[in-house]
């Protein structure tokens, strides 16, 4: 069984909730909570497994309630707004459902933080096996005539120009080397995604995603129709 708490300041959805619960099996119900000071007293003493709150809340959101707990549970966030996606994503939350919820969209939510919560319990097996090497944080960018040295946390996002890239960072002027988006992938971290034929963005820069465009800074990053399935899969939108 997988312990589990409701957090939502909206009667009727809670109802909801504490309803789709009683329907799976292996969610158990220890509480439902009408705003996060009486979740965080329930939190405090028991450490559930996993946690449905509501996000815009009075007084205590449910990122608040995340950020205020010592130790660091699954969560799910539940919410009528679409715009704190990207910072679910940045928590790792199991899943962002947008209000009105189906059931069925429920139960993969649920279904999937079962099988995350599952495998962790697991007794792990010892197997001898190689440490693979530390990703690399840097990279070598020719650009003009000397070989730039840029941390790829650095990295905000990159505009492909026919032959050259456009590589913006956390300095005011962005560098221009000769090179194609394709290639210059490759040596990028998981944290970057294509998000468009002439862009490529680092997903821990993102402020926003407004429909089919993202914010970085203040510009207005296009995704492209291509690319705009595995990019809301990766932000579990």
């Not at 939510?109 to 010892?126: D, F, H, L, W, Y």
């Not at 465009?213 to 207005?220: F, N």
Request: proline share 4%.
């Amino acid at each position: 069984m997988i312990s589990c708490i409701i957090i939502d300041d909206e009667p009727l959805a809670l109802e909801l909730l504490e309803d789709f619960i009683s329907k799976i099996e292996f969610l158990d119900l220890i509480a439902s909570c009408s705003n996060g000071f009486e979740a965080t007293n329930i939190l405090r003493n028991n450490k559930v497994d996993l946690i449905f709150t509501d996000i815009e809340m009075p007084n205590f959101s449910g990122i608040d309630i995340i950020k205020s707990l010592d130790y660091n549970p699954h969560f799910i966030f539940t919410t009528a707004y679409s715009h704190y996606a990207v910072e679910g994503f940045n928590l790792n939350a199991i899943d962002y459902l947008v209000k009105p919820i189906p059931f069925h969209r429920f139960l993969k939510a649920a279904t999937r933080a079962q099988s995350i919560i599952n495998n962790e319990k697991q007794e792990p097996t010892v197997v001898n096996v190689e440490k693979p090497a530390p990703e690399q944080d840097f990279i070598f960018v020719k650009s003009e005539y000397e070989n730039l040295k840029v941390n790829i946390n650095d990295i905000k996002y990159i505009e492909g120009l026919k032959d050259y890239i456009k590589i913006y960072t956390n300095k005011d002027k962005p560098i221009l080397t000769l090179n194609s988006l394709k290639n210059f992938e490759e040596k990028l971290s998981h944290n970057f995604i294509r998000v468009h034929k002439s862009y490529i963005v680092s997903l821990n820069h993102i402020h926003s995603v407004q429909r089919n465009r993202i914010i970085i800074d203040e510009k207005w990053i296009p995704i492209g129709v291509s690319y705009k399935t595995e990019f809301l899969k990766r932000i579990d939108f």
